[in-house]
């Protein structure tokens, strides 16, 4: 306890010391450093604030060393990750190799595949897409046809994904793929990393209405695929892709709490534009409907800590199953509100009649919804906690 709080002390002063005043201003979608061959960064503050967090170990603090990372442990990374959130530090990069294949290469890749692949994400040399869902394979994920066939010393892919985040960016694309159409369905999926710039490999992209999301869809027409990048074994990719799941679903839930966003948070929304009476919102529904936002958020950061806690002692938890649901759904909830206490301030898309805050709360409105949408929908979550955590019977089963 002692060494944790002498580690915080430590972190604090650093961070006091490193981290760029802009680096610890809200951020906007277009001051995010995301890497990779094409990436650039947004401004010379954010390469210094991103180069100091590299060489200190502190992009991934709790990834082995010998791979980049900072060797910590899950407490002390929590401590760097609370650190940074105290002073609004922005995060310096923003990354799926990072939130989500890392840690599936990490338990799932061989040797050959974590040198390769772990410290280049660490070093933002590679920007990932994930390849997961296709246009008949969404939340029943594992009816995927994307095919691959082995030919010995490489696969032959043939096929499309959907909702490839960013693809037509990024350098690389971890896939799940069909290798085996015979067997029950999840027993005939491997997990294959697929380098965007082999010949066969395409994107077209596809606009979304909150002018953020960056959609494709992605082909593979007769793409060669070496073998050596299979992940894990052949045909038991089904595993590894869950696994990646758990971490995707783990940083969805925490989306709202990360770098601050340029949006003025409820409780500060709500002095500046409702009115007051003898120090009470004077519109009672809102007043009600804000107190209740309150509360939720409250048990939400509890529920945080009580996932985190019960991790570090090794108790299995139904916390990480239940935050991505209960975070996606907080963040639609104070986007309405936002909306709800702005009133017509909140509908400002563009124009400079609005400020960049009120735009950029409408255009986060709109992302909230995909967000209970992205990495498995809330119904397919509370379908999870259902089965996972109360034990529920199967719609249709015995
Ligand atoms: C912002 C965003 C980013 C994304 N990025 C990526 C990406 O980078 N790579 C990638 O591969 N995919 C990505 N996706 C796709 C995402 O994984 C799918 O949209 C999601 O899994 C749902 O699949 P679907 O869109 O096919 O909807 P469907 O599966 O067709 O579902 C339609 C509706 O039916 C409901 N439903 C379906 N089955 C059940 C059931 N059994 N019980 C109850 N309700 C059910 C769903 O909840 C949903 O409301 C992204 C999605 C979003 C919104």
């Known amino acids: 306890m002692q060494d944790q709080e002498q580690f915080r002390r430590e972190v604090r002063q650093w961070l006091q010391a490193n981290c760029p005043e802009s680096q610890r201003q809200p951020i906007t979608a277009a001051e995010q450093y995301w890497g990779g061959r094409r990436g650039s960064f947004p401004s010379e503050d ?3 604030w991103y180069e100091r967090m590299r060489d200190r170990g502190w992009i ?3 990834w082995p060393i010998e791979y980049g990372g900072g060797g910590l442990s899950d407490q002390q990374a929590r401590i760097i990750k609370d650190e940074m959130k105290r002073i609004n530090a922005r995060a310096p990069l ?87 159409p015979k067997v029950k369905k999840q027993e005939g999926i491997s997990f294959l990393l697929i380098d965007m710039d082999t010949p066969g490999v395409s994107t077209s992209p596809i606009e979304l209405i909150s002018g953020e999301s960056e959609f494709c869809q992605t082909f ?21 892709a869950k696994a990646l799941l758990v971490h995707e679903r783990k940083l969805m839930a925490e989306l709202g709490s990360d770098s601050p966003r340029k949006i003025v948070p409820p409780n500060e929304a709500a002095r500046k534009y409702l009115e007051f009476r003898d120090g009470r919102i004077v519109d009672a529904r809102l007043r009600l ?110």
């Open 46 to 48: 954010a390469r210094l």
């Open 289 to 398: 409907d804000l107190v209740e936002y309150n509360m939720q958020m409250h048990a939400i950061a509890l529920t945080h800590f009580r996932g985190f806690e019960e991790k570090s002692a090794g108790v299995r938890s139904a916390a990480p199953l239940v935050m991505k649901y209960l975070g996606t759904e907080a963040e639609k909830t104070k986007s309405e509100l936002l909306l709800a206490i702005m009133g017509s301030r909140g509908l400002g898309w563009e124009g400079d009649e609005f400020t960049p805050e009120e735009r950029d709360t409408l255009r986060l409105w709109a992302m909230s919804k995909a967000m209970t949408i992205a990495g498995g929908s809330s119904e397919i979550q509370l379908n999870v906690i259902a089965k996972n955590v109360l034990g529920l019977p199967q719609a249709g089963g015995t």
């Open 94 to 180: 923003y990354s799926i190799g990072l939130w989500m294949l890392g840690p599936a290469l990490l338990e799932y890749g061989n040797e050959a595949q974590k040198q390769q692949h772990v410290r280049a994400i660490i070093n933002a040399e590679t920007r990932w897409a994930q390849g997961y869902s296709e246009p008949g394979a969404g939340s029943d994920l594992a009816s995927l046809q994307c095919r691959a066939e082995d030919m010995g010393d490489h696969f032959l892919v043939n096929g499309s994904k959907i909702w490839t985040t960013s693809a037509d960016k990024c350098d690389w694309i971890f896939c799940l793929v069909r290798t085996d």
């Open 220 to 240: 593979f027409d007769n793409v060669k695929v070496p073998r050596e990048n299979l992940v894990g074994e052949l045909n038991k990719g089904w595993s590894v």
């Open 60 to 62: 991934a603090p709790e």
